[in-house]
């Protein structure tokens, strides 16, 4: 399976306001859920160390861990399992449930995200936005290609 | 209280309050778009029709003056109406005004005129003695920028908004009898105008102005149209099943214009033997972009029978154009999709209404292939639970059923609400402390999202090309 989130790295920056609109947004969710949500998504995506990366962290004087990171980055695309965190969005949000689809009424939802291959940000959305005057500083990803863009990738 | 509803209609007015003798809240109930939809109100303010420090007049001003067919000044009394009557002329009297698309004017008072020739008298004597019509004479002062003055003097003021209904409606009827046919040109040149910008001034995207001046293939350059009329046949030419369906989206496309099209160029013709309205209307908005696209979809055709499918497409149209009436042309339209479903079912609509092909849809219908527009949607639903909010049991291009599936329709007035939400990884939970917060400030127990139209979110997004697997 080719993982859709490579630099899982900078998901730590970045990735909240996205899972934040989509839960409140696509999903409905109460804040109060999207706060525990939340919580149990980041204790399973960044895994605390263990004894040993403790004791080798104290003994490189706090260069394993990023060593390790380091490591892991070039092995995998990302400092992090993507796939674990694939399997949450997945559970949370519906493996196949499309960004656009048909909704009952609510508010629209808008993300910001960039494609390592087009110098520009993308937006990705839940409504239909072919019809806005394009702008030079985004552009929209729509079904481009005849692909859907389901609602955990994005 | 300045504000712009779009909606196919039929008439439009366009309301200025001097003074205060109305709510906002009133003013907000007339320019409801959903529920009277003969006649579109915008409301404007008495500041809008002042010149600006720069020179300029405010052009969306000059816009309510082309495409209205009343405007209706509204005070306690005359006195109170004066200036804003003058600061309208200045605004748009003179070159600016087109002979024959003057709106009608009238002056709408609390204080009710047993004489209103008399009252008119007062009227346009009150505006002589005004230092702002220092330079004009009794006739310029109506004929300068409108058709004619009448005064209204409603008993009470709940019946204004009948009164507003009956002017546009009068309004409408006198100018489709001295009519006019506009073309392109026209049309861009006044789009032109609208939307050269000034530092001070933004145009709403979806104004009357660019509702009614629209070009036909404004959007998607009319592919949509080809993809699905035209393509996939597999023919040599389009069948009369294509040309009939095509004649039908373009007559539901004019209509949305109503200075495209006059009933009364019908009984012009007939006495004078010219050519039709419809066809004028045809040639002037439709012809050249339909042979394009005849031309693209079957190259092998030659230009003799290019001109024998354009000329029954200009025939059907005509036909459809002359027998309709804004009421009833979109259910004739839906009803020849539905009885012509085979040369459309299963082709790919995009993002574009499956009913009107012009416009991108807002609404996506559970079938997942057909979308359509608000503008659709209001006249198609099945049901209305409130004025935002429509549903539909049925897609009338695949018939497939639907439960319970409902829309939201947002005038396009209606002011958006945005949430935005910044990454930052764990951070994110003070933000939605923060939400928590707010939510219970509200205290409605309401969910924090009923509030809110768009929520916008920093997402790290997908890098995979959607092209590879």
Redesign the interface.
Known sequence: M?H????LH?????????????S??VN?W???K??TQ??DL?QKVFETPDGIAKTLSDWTGGWYPLVYKAAKFMMNSGAYDSASLEKILQDAFGSETEL???R??????????????FPMC?L?TT??K??H?AEETYRW??N????R?RVW?? | MTGIQTSLFKSVATIVVAGNPLDDKYIGELEKPLENQNVTIVCRNPEDLKPREDGEICKMIQADHLLSDAVCFVGSDLSEVVDPYLDWISACGGDFAIEKNKPFAYACVTHSYTNRQQARDDFLYACLENQKASNMSRSELVDDAFQDLEILGPSKFCELEATLRRAANIGRLQREAVGKLWSPAEFRSIRAHLTRRTSRETLY?FSIASAITEEWTC??GGNSFRRVLFEGSGLKSPTNDCILLTASYLSHHAQQSRHWTSKSDEIRRVANKKTHFAESHFDCRYKEAIELMIKSTFPAMTEKDVDVNVSKLRKSFRSLTANASADSSFSKHVARIKSHEISVRGKDF??SCATCLV????????C?QH?MCHACLQQCKDYCYNTC?VSMRKCHICDREFHE????LIPSSARGSI?A?????????I???I??CI?DEIGLGL???RF??????????????????
């Open positions: 080719c859709k989130i490579r630099a900078s998901v730590t920056d970045s990735l909240a306001g996205g899972i934040i609109a989509l409140l947004g409905k109460p804040v109060s999207c706060q939340l919580v980041a656009i689809a048909p009952a009424p609510g508010p629209k939802v808008a993300l910001t995200a960039t494609d390592a291959s993308e990705l409504y239909n072919s019809g005057e990803f729509g481009r290609g005849g692909h863009i990738e994005a | 995207p959007f998607d995009g993002y416009n991108q849809w807002d609404s996506l219908l559970p997942v979308g909010t599936w409902k829309a939201q949430l939400l910044d990454g930052g990884g764990v951070r994110g939970l933000q939605l402390e939400l928590s939510e969910p924090l999202m809110f139209d768009l929520i916008v979110g920093t997402s790290i997004g997908v890098s995979q090309n959607p092209s590879s697997p």
